[in-house]
């Protein structure tokens, strides 16, 4: 039988061919740690490749199972933990491969970041000495355990939990219960099935006090997998996406285990039955604790940008090869990345992934810095922590809006279970609230930006706080935020003002992107000043000002990625890759300004002549980067085992 033909053009080969360009964008992509990605990139496709159609829920669970174990006879778990708690202390090489496997089924990597990152991180981060002993245990895969943060009445607001853990000093015990219906720990990964052992936050009480949030170890099944006495476990069942994570709930009905369970780094409680702590202040013990588990944050914004990378190889592979109507007067159909609106919808959307990724380079960099060591004060952690909180916002959203704009692009094809975008999709949706809401984590990032009070912050009420934030100057605020000395010199050397001056200027474009979020910071702060003054209800003002909040965080962290893109170009050697590069970076550097024009027209930043001509410098930024748009997605290094979809084997075969 002779396959159909629907174009007059033959069918090209759709595996990447060798190319130097390629090479070299991989290379700078891949940066400091492409060891670890060539290692990721050799495994066993038949065990890590995405499931090619739908599993049931408890065979993709038995397969996931089965990846963790072989997952965890490679270096990578052990590298997430100090050498003094049996790992290897290569941090940066852990997130890394976790983030490879955004690639790969997403089930896999949320499960490896609950045993290794949450779990295990809560274990080696908030514990002491005594707990140490469990983690070469941890790292093997030999027990298994959960992180039992969130409640079904309590996401975010992690400081109003209900769960209780209360001293008995009469047994020397921590009683762990769940006292209404809402203390019920809820979507928690590892608890339907395969955890023996759950970190569990909790409300402390010792003698008439209560200390605030804090960890407890609770075993919750036995070695048979029944439920421990007390403890009540349930399954989540079917979810939209991740069906091969077990999440379940647990209830606690006055657990009993040994006031040694405490995990107590920041807050312990002594033999004589005494709470004791190096940091004085609840709500900045709180924030410390919560900080040393920011590795589980920045895994999932690591893989949310593979999931999009995944997305938009697809997707501009296909449109490179499908074709739809022909010219006039001709029998030649065109190719669907020739027409100027499908390079609009994911040519900038590419640019953006190579911004964010190089943003999560430096981030995971950061990272090592900070859990290895080097990094020691308390604004690097700080200042880590915020990145983070951004970058995993901008990075989740990015996923989620462009694996819906590349299913689109796709057609039917992309409705296609077999084609891979369903499963990016489903599986990617929970990451913008999965490891902090990212509306929640943007206000957070939006107060950093008006000073460290974090110092004060437990002592503070909503209205100290505004207070606290409003007195700061604006050049106080900014100061805190400057850039780096190579990104200054770009934008010092850019001739004239940004509205004069050629939009391709990376100057001028750094200089228009800065200049947003410095007028948002500083209006932010006045605002806050007029509030302050006016006594005026303290929790209405701050939520009438919660919207700009968002706005100027977001502004932040678009300046933060757009600098890190241009950093990664005045690194890259002089060359073809290079020009490439710098194309790409001011397709996102104006996407990112055309994206706010409204902004800069109200505020006289821009004229109306300007902007148009803003448009149209992006659309030839579009047009001049397609012919090389299969090179950047090539350049992902993403494993073909692991982008094998039935829509390219169709046109392997002929038939489109």
Not at 14 to 35: C, I, K, S, Y
Not at 304 to 309: E, I, L, S, T, V
Not at 351 to 365: C, P
Request: overall charge negative.
């Amino acid at each position: 039988m002779t396959a159909p033909a629907t174009s007059a053009q033959a069918p090209r080969h759709t595996e990447p061919l060798a190319d130097a360009v390629v090479d070299a964008l991989q290379a700078l992509l891949d940066g400091t740690r492409r060891d670890v990605r060539d290692q990721c990139r050799q495994l066993e496709p038949e065990l890590f490749a995405p499931p090619g159609q739908p599993l049931d829920m408890e065979s993709h669970r038995a397969r996931v199972r089965q990846q963790l174990a072989r997952l965890a006879e490679t270096p990578w778990p052990a590298g997430g933990f100090p050498v003094e708690q049996g790992g290897t202390a290569r941090y940066a090489d852990s997130v890394t491969a976790l983030e490879m496997l955004g690639h790969a089924d997403l089930s896999l990597l949320v499960k490896a970041g609950v045993q290794w990152g949450l779990f295990g991180g809560a274990v080696s981060l908030l514990g002491t000495e005594r707990h140490w002993a469990m983690l070469p245990d941890i790292i093997s895969g030999r027990l298994l355990g959960c992180f039992a943060m969130t409640e079904t009445a309590h996401g975010s607001d992690v400081q109003g939990l209900l769960t209780t853990a209360t001293y008995d000093p009469e047994s020397d015990e921590i009683v762990v219960h769940s006292p209404a219906l809402g203390a019920r720990k809820d979507y928690i990964g590892g608890a339907a099935r395969d955890a023996t052992v759950a970190a569990v936050f909790a409300q402390l009480l010792v003698g008439d006090e209560n200390h605030g949030v804090h960890c407890v170890l609770v075993p919750i099944r036995d070695d048979s997998g029944a439920p421990r006495p007390g403890v009540t476990l349930s399954d989540c069942g079917p979810k939209l996406g991740l069906n091969g994570v077990d999440n379940g709930r647990i209830l606690f009905d006055h657990v009993r285990v040994p006031r040694t369970n405490l995990l107590g780094r920041y807050g312990d409680i002594d033999e004589e039955g005494r709470y004791r702590s190096p940091i004085a202040s609840s709500g900045r013990r709180f924030f410390t604790m919560l900080g040393a588990l920011i590795r589980g944050r920045i895994s999932v914004g690591g893989a949310a940008g593979a999931a999009a990378r995944s997305a938009l190889t697809l997707a501009i592979r296909y449109g490179d090869e499908r074709t739809q109507f022909a010219k006039p007067n001709s029998s030649e159909e065109v190719r669907l990345l020739d027409y100027r609106t499908y390079q609009r919808r994911l040519l900038p959307r590419l640019a953006q992934s190579y911004a964010l990724g190089f943003a999560q380079s430096e981030l995971v960099s950061a990272m090592d810095d900070v859990l290895s060591g080097r990094a020691t004060t308390e604004q690097d952690q700080r200042q880590l922590e915020a990145r983070a909180a951004g970058i995993k916002a901008l990075m989740t959203w990015h996923a989620a809006e462009t694996i819906q704009e590349c299913r689109e692009a796709c057609g039917g094809a992309g409705y296609m279970w077999a084609n891979r975008f369903a499963s990016l999709k489903a599986d990617t949706d929970i990451f913008t609230t999965f490891e902090g809401d990212n509306t929640v984590l943007l206000q957070l990032v939006a107060k950093g930006l008006l000073g460290d009070y974090q110092e004060t912050f437990g002592d503070l009420d909503t209205l100290g706080i505004i207070r606290f934030g409003a007195r700061l100057t604006t050049g106080t605020v900014l100061e805190r935020s400057a850039v780096r000395g190579l990104v200054q010199k770009i934008i010092d050397a850019a001739p004239g003002r940004p509205d004069e001056t050629p939009f391709t200027t990376r100057g001028s474009q750094l200089r228009l992107v800065r200049d947003r979020e410095e007028h948002l910071v500083e209006t932010l702060a006045i605002r806050l000043r007029r509030v302050s003054d006016s006594h005026a209800d303290a929790f209405n003002a701050f939520n009438r000002c919660q919207d700009h909040l968002v706005e100027t965080a977001r502004a932040h962290v678009e300046r933060v990625v757009l600098e890190a893109f241009a950093a990664a170009v005045e690194t890259c050697p002089p060359g073809e890759a290079r020009s490439l590069l710098d194309r790409l970076c001011d397709l996102h550097a104006l996407s990112t300004i055309e994206r706010h024009k409204d902004w800069y027209l109200e505020h006289d930043r821009l004229s109306p002549a300007r902007t148009k001509a803003l448009t149209a410098t992006v659309n030839d930024l579009c047009e001049r980067l397609r012919p090389d748009a299969r090179r950047l997605v090539d350049a992902f290094g993403i494993p073909e085992a692991w982008l094998a979809t039935e829509m390219m084997a169709d046109h392997e075969e002929g038939y489109w």
